[in-house]
T-cell receptor
Framework: AQSVTQLGSHVSVSEGALVLLRCNYS??????LFWYVQYPNQGLQLLLK??????LVKGINGFEAEFKKSETSFHLTKPSAHMSDAAEYFC????????????FGSGTRLQVQP | EAQVTQNPRYLITVTGKKLTVTCSQN?????MSWYRQDPGLGLRQIYY???????DKGDVPEGYKVSRKEKRNFPLILESPSPNQTSLYFC??????????????FGPGTRLTVL
């Protein structure tokens, strides 16, 4: 069975500081990994996805994530936080099966302090 | 504009009163799915559909029904809602092309409260 663990339900950074949101997965086969962002009262928007091509994946809004198989991690980073980055972030994994279900982590709420 | 729409966005109802949450997508996607989001649990899949007239259970299907009579629509039906179905519900869709990593596009969500 696959699962996703996001360390830290709340992360607070100062504007301009590095953003690091942690995600570890467990999967018996090479997974497909995703990061989604949810702004208040909105649906989920895809930030980036890993599909077994390059291990460093660049997404929208300056975010990127690195797939590390040895650490079973897919941490999300952004060099310099902006106030508009305040949102909830979800890491998700999908096996290559017919069900195509995404297994989500419990989410990390990012606060950006001025 | 490519989008997934859900209606209603907010709903307060009482135990046992049947309700339907509609979901529609304009991207000609074959695959559609319903998730519920609860604090601390992330999103969990309720039901999914690979194409018209093809539906199957997800991780938490109890108390829910779905139908897929048209490609664009995938309504979620609660025949007899109970308070433990109070949640935030998301519909999602994606294509099922040759690449199996097709992005799932999410609707804006429906916040349901069952009293």
């Amino acid at each position: 069975a696959q699962s996703v663990t996001q360390l830290g339900s709340h992360v607070s950074v100062s504007e301009g500081a590095l953003v690091l949101l942690r995600c570890n997965y467990s999967s018996s086969v090479p997974p497909y990994l995703f990061w989604y962002v949810q702004y208040p009262n909105q649906g989920l928007q895809l930030l980036l996805k890993y599909t077994s091509a390059a291990t460093l994946v660049k997404g929208i809004n300056g975010f990127e994530a690195e797939f590390k198989k040895s650490e079973t991690s897919f941490h999300l980073t952004k060099p310099s936080a902006h106030m508009s980055d305040a949102a909830e972030y979800f890491c998700a994994v999908r096996m290559d099966t017919g069900r195509r279900a995404l297994t989500f982590g419990s989410g990390t709420r990012l606060q950006v302090q001025p | 504009e490519a989008q997934v729409t859900q209606n209603p966005r907010y709903l307060i109802t009482v135990t046992g009163k049947k309700l339907t949450v509609t979901c529609s997508q304009n991207m000609n996607h074959e695959y559609m799915s319903w998730y519920r989001q609860d604090p601390g649990l992330g999103l969990r899949q309720i039901y999914y559909s690979m194409n018209v007239e093809v539906t199957d259970k997800g991780d938490v299907p109890e108390g829910y029904k779905v139908s897929r009579k048209e490609k664009r629509n995938f309504p979620l039906i609660l025949e007899s809602p109970s308070p433990n179905q109070t949640s935030l519900y998301f519909c999602a869709s994606s294509s099922t092309g040759v690449t199996s990593t097709d992005t799932q596009y999410f609707g804006p969500g429906t916040r349901l409260t069952v009293l």
